[in-house]
């Protein structure tokens, strides 16, 4: 199993290594027939550096590693952000090997723009394929469970409910009876079935008070050459992608583990955050100009409303926006609701098409937030909700956004807060670059259609 594991690795590896030679040669060729570029030799060097740095940085994406349940929409989202390394690498050697570095950058771009696009449909045509071929039963994975826990039984759930896996659950081994799940003998035995049925892997399921078993059980899966997993038996305490840590020889999970925490994730969505956050500034200064007038005729007061909220790793900071409502006693305490009378004609005209908003791209490029991400909450409401409804701290493990998730479904303003918590919370668990775009797409449509009613 480990050998076929590692020949398709290197075919993957190599398939790739050669769409990149097949897309570079073309492009070359096509780009001097029409003098877009002047090919020297350099330019042949720089192209075998692209195709091998390319392939170098595929394998420490992990981009081979042939998880059976990781889903596609991660597939393709690790491949871009390695492509995305290339380009840059691919930038800082155009720019020191060859001339014409103007239209050398352009090239380039496209180049890793088109050997991207082969690389993803190859990867969805293959896992498309696989997933068939896991469906019909066949390059099946044999596992057995050992123990009949309530993760045991959730674990044969999800394996039935996802059979492009290809995970075959051959039975479980426990010393009870539990009428969801099928035995196949009991621990004491485990020996004899091992050697019996020969699974590929064998999964720990056990209650808490059998957690004396373990040990002997992992020595009996040792002995036979079985790999092993195991389902913690708090495993609804693990929302997130877990990742465990070594402090010493002791492994500790992480429970709260997500995708920003990744140093590269993070870059990405930085990058975009301080890209977008100034096209936004410098196309919108018009209307920030004369919102900024608009505010000052309409009502008395500073045109930008500066107003403490807690943002990533619960550290205060100030949010600007222009000011939507007459100077009052609850800026600081109180939730702007649909119908609310402190609002200016406005103000009102401002929240309604988000103007009231486009100061918060200050807020971004200085870093204190980010495009998209959970919205910021006032301390006040963050020490009343904290003890009130469950998880939600989470959401202060990143940056708050302009936009999220939340907003899109509509929950802002005086809206369902265990339902908006919900949806940052599984923006975090879930982020990719991806989703991201996919917000920022939806968020224009939403734009003009927002409300603060009360939303269950």
């Given at each position: 199993m480990?050998?076929?594991?590692i020949?398709?690795?290197?075919?993957?590896?190599?398939?790739?290594?050669?769409?990149n030679?097949?897309?570079?040669?073309?492009?070359f060729?096509?780009?001097?027939?029409?003098?877009?570029?002047?090919?020297?030799?350099?330019?042949v060097?720089?192209g075998?550096?692209?195709?091998?740095?390319a392939?170098?940085?595929?394998?420490?994406?992990?981009?081979?590693?042939?998880?059976?349940?990781e889903?596609?929409?991660?597939i393709?989202?690790?491949?871009?952000?390695a492509?995305?390394?290339?380009?840059?690498?691919?930038?800082?050697?155009?720019?020191?090997?060859?001339?014409?570095?103007?239209?050398?950058?352009?090239f380039?771009i496209?180049?890793?723009?088109?050997?991207?696009?082969?690389?993803?449909?190859?990867?969805i045509?293959?896992?498309?394929i696989?997933?068939?071929?896991?469906?019909?039963?066949?390059?099946?994975?044999?596992?057995?469970?050992?123990?009949?826990?309530?993760?045991?039984?959730?674990?044969v759930?999800?394996?039935?409910?996802?059979?492009?896996?290809?995970?075959?659950?051959?039975g479980c081994v426990c010393?009870?009876?539990?009428?969801?799940?099928?035995?196949?003998?009991?621990?004491?035995?485990?020996?004899?079935?091992?050697k019996v049925?020969?699974p590929?892997?064998?999964?720990?399921?056990?209650?808490a008070h059998?957690?004396?078993?373990?040990?002997?059980?992992?020595?009996?899966c040792?002995?036979?050459?079985?790999?092993?997993?195991?389902?913690p038996?708090?495993?609804?305490?693990f929302?997130s992608?877990?990742?465990?840590?070594?402090?010493?020889n002791?492994?500790?999970i992480?429970t709260r583990?997500?995708?920003?925490?990744n140093?590269?994730?993070?870059?990405?969505?930085?990058?975009?955050?301080?890209?977008?956050?100034?096209i936004?500034?410098l196309?919108t200064?018009?209307?920030?100009?004369?919102?900024?007038i608009?505010?000052?005729?309409?009502?008395?007061?500073?045109?930008?409303?500066?107003?403490?909220?807690?943002?990533?790793?619960?550290?205060?900071?100030?949010?600007?926006?222009?000011?939507?409502?007459?100077?009052?006693?609850?800026?600081d305490?109180?939730?702007?609701t649909?119908?609310?009378?402190?609002?200016?004609?406005?103000?009102t005209f401002m929240r309604k098409?988000?103007?009231?908003?486009?100061?918060?791209?200050?807020?971004?490029?200085?870093g204190?937030m980010s495009?998209?991400?959970?919205?910021?909450?006032?301390?006040?409401?963050?020490e009343k909700?904290?003890?009130?409804?469950?998880?939600?701290?989470?959401k202060h493990?990143v940056?708050?956004?302009?936009t999220?998730?939340?907003?899109?479904y509509?929950?802002r303003?005086d809206?369902?807060i265990?339902?908006?918590?919900?949806?940052?919370?599984k923006y975090?668990?879930?982020?990719?670059?991806?989703?991201?775009?996919?917000?920022?797409?939806?968020?224009?449509f939403?734009?003009?259609?927002?409300?603060?009613?009360?939303?269950?």
């Amino acid at each position: 199993m480990n050998d076929g594991r590692i020949v398709s690795r290197y075919i993957g590896a190599f398939t790739d290594f050669l769409i990149n030679i097949s897309v570079i040669l073309v492009a070359f060729k096509i780009a001097y027939e029409n003098s877009f570029i002047v090919m020297t030799e350099n330019s042949v060097i720089v192209g075998a550096l692209i195709v091998f740095l390319a392939s170098f940085i595929y394998f420490l994406s992990d981009m081979y590693s042939l998880k059976r349940h990781e889903r596609l929409i991660n597939i393709l989202v690790k491949a871009f952000i390695a492509q995305l390394f290339v380009l840059m690498f691919s930038m800082v050697a155009v720019a020191l090997f060859t001339s014409r570095v103007a239209s050398n950058y352009v090239f380039t771009i496209i180049l890793c723009g088109i050997s991207y696009a082969c690389i993803a449909v190859k990867k969805i045509i293959v896992t498309k394929i696989l997933h068939k071929i896991r469906i019909n039963k066949k390059n099946q994975k044999n596992i057995i469970i050992v123990g009949n826990s309530n993760g045991a039984i959730e674990y044969v759930r999800q394996i039935n409910d996802n059979a492009h896996f290809g995970y075959n659950i051959i039975g479980c081994v426990c010393d009870s009876e539990n009428p969801k799940l099928k035995k196949i003998g009991t621990v004491s035995e485990l020996d004899m079935i091992l050697k019996v049925y020969k699974p590929h892997e064998v999964v720990l399921a056990l209650h808490a008070h059998e957690d004396q078993k373990t040990l002997e059980i992992l020595s009996v899966c040792d002995r036979n050459g079985i790999r092993t997993s195991i389902v913690p038996v708090e495993y609804k305490y693990f929302k997130s992608k877990s990742q465990i840590d070594m402090v010493g020889n002791i492994p500790v999970i992480n429970t709260r583990s997500i995708p920003l925490d990744n140093m590269a994730n993070a870059a990405l969505k930085r990058m975009m955050d301080i890209i977008i956050s100034l096209i936004m500034i410098l196309l919108t200064l018009p209307i920030m100009i004369i919102a900024f007038i608009g505010v000052k005729i309409s009502s008395k007061g500073p045109a930008i409303f500066k107003q403490k909220r807690v943002g990533k790793n619960n550290k205060e900071f100030m949010m600007y926006k222009f000011r939507s409502m007459r100077v009052n006693e609850q800026e600081d305490t109180g939730w702007t609701t649909h119908d609310d009378p402190r609002k200016t004609k406005f103000g009102t005209f401002m929240r309604k098409t988000g103007i009231d908003e486009l100061p918060q791209f200050f807020n971004v490029l200085l870093g204190s937030m980010s495009i998209v991400g959970p919205r910021p909450e006032l301390p006040v409401h963050v020490e009343k909700y904290r003890k009130e409804i469950p998880l939600y701290m989470v959401k202060h493990q990143v940056k708050p956004g302009i936009t999220g998730l939340a907003q899109i479904y509509g929950y802002r303003g005086d809206t369902s807060i265990e339902k908006r918590i919900d949806l940052d919370i599984k923006y975090i668990e879930e982020w990719t670059l991806f989703n991201d775009i996919k917000i920022l797409i939806a968020t224009p449509f939403k734009m003009f259609n927002r409300n603060e009613k009360y939303i269950k």
